[in-house]
């Protein structure tokens, strides 16, 4: 069956960095575009950063310039490498693979705090 499982997130201070991977199984990876979705306490689930199949990158304006979306199709994972880390970036974070379906990983925690 299909498995997106994500890691690499935890409790950081402003300005440190975090790198979150997620590990997909079950697709053929290469085909799909892979976003990077978060749901801050309280507020609706937002998409952070996009990869196409053919690695194109988009981003929401908050995170431009900090945040870097990228993937390796032959780990069958997407990454998010996110750099000056603010209070704001509070959230649980979901990797979604999309082609003709979509599929959902677990989530992984991120909390900016000092």
């Known amino acids: 069956q299909v498995q997106l499982v994500e890691s690499g997130g935890g409790l950081v201070q402003p300005g440190e960095s975090l790198r979150l991977s997620c590990a997909a199984s079950g697709i053929i990876f290469r085909s799909y575009t892979m976003d990077w979705y978060r749901q801050p306490p309280g507020k609706q689930r937002e998409l952070v950063a996009r990869i196409t199949r053919g690695g194109i990158t988009s981003y929401a304006d908050s995170v431009k310039g900090r945040f870097t979306i990228s993937r390796d199709n032959a780990k069958n994972t997407v990454y998010l490498q996110m750099n000056s880390l603010k209070p704001e970036d509070t959230a649980v974070y979901y990797c979604?693979?999309?082609?003709?379906?979509?599929?959902w990983g677990q989530g992984t925690q991120v909390t900016v705090s000092s």
């Open positions: 979604n693979a999309a082609f003709s379906d979509s599929f």
